[in-house]
């Protein structure tokens, strides 16, 4: 699966999430939904009917989801035991948002076209089974280590516009892990439902400070773990 993420720049991690875990954040991410909803302004809005909430990581009351130690475990081969979390967020559409154009989610580090290891990833956790229909997060393989501009990314969308086959099926319990740098776009939520999902974000110890937390999260995090 190393081998994989490494070539494709994301992995699918299927049936990692206990049901019991799964339950409490999908109850808890309504709360969070709505509060963005009733945001003046809709600060949270990205596009048409495609929001997401501010980070959620100081006080966030579902430190299971830290816990899991396949995610755990996996994060850990890819950047490393000294990785931090730097962002616990809820993105979410409602039905006809706008299409999401690709792009990657970081910067080159240094000006000169250098392949750098994966120094940041995101795990999504999808609160519905994602799939084309409801606009899952589409994704171009073997992006994150392009060099790419912005010509290049628009002739990128123009040739997977209505390519299913970018869009990968991810059902709940599961998750998505990412390298950041890895072209993607939330696509167009066709169904009548709301399209929502987990996100963590994890950096390599020099790239993010040390996130400041409650000291219930922390004490509720296994003592193994507490170091991100």
């Given amino acids: 699966m190393v081998e994989k993420f490494k070539n494709n ?9 206990e049901d019991v875990i799964f ?8 709360y ?16 048409y009917n495609l929001f997401r909430t501010e980070n959620l990581i100081y006080d966030f009351p579902a430190p299971e989801i830290f816990n899991n130690e396949p995610i755990y475990e ?8 000294n ?3 730097t962002e616990v967020l809820i993105f979410f559409s409602e039905p006809n948002n706008h299409l999401q154009n690709l792009h990657s989610d970081q910067h080159s580090l240094f000006d000169e076209k250098i392949i750098l290891p994966t120094s940041k990833v995101s795990v999504q956790i999808p609160l519905i089974d994602f ?3 409801n ?4 994704i171009v393989p073997n992006t994150h280590n392009l060099f790419l501009n912005t010509e290049d990314i628009l002739k990128i969308e123009d040739e997977i516009k ?3 086959s970018f869009t990968p099926n991810v059902n709940i319990k599961s998750c998505l892990i990412r390298d950041v740098r890895t072209l993607h776009g939330a696509g167009i939520n066709k169904s009548n439902k709301r399209r929502a999902m987990l996100v963590l974000v994890y950096t390599k110890k020099w790239l993010s400070p040390l996130a400041t937390v409650s000291k219930d999260l922390y004490f509720s995090i296994d003592k193994n773990k507490r170091h991100v």
Avoid: H, P, W
């Avoid at 339950?23 to 309504?30: A, C, D, E, G």
């Avoid at 606009?135 to 589409?138: F, I, L, M, W």
């Fill in 135 to 138: 606009g899952a997060t589409r």
């Fill in 131 to 133: 799939n084309f229909n």
């Fill in 74 to 81: 996996f994060v850990k081969k890819i950047l490393g035991f």
């Fill in 32 to 47: 969070y939904i709505e509060r963005t909803l009733q945001r003046n302004e809709n600060s949270g809005n990205i596009l």
């Fill in 162 to 164: 209505n390519d299913i």
């Fill in 23 to 30: 339950n409490k954040i999908n109850t808890l991410s309504n």
């Fill in 83 to 85: 990785f931090r979390l």
């Fill in 9 to 17: 720049g994301f992995v699918i991690l299927d049936n990692t999430i």
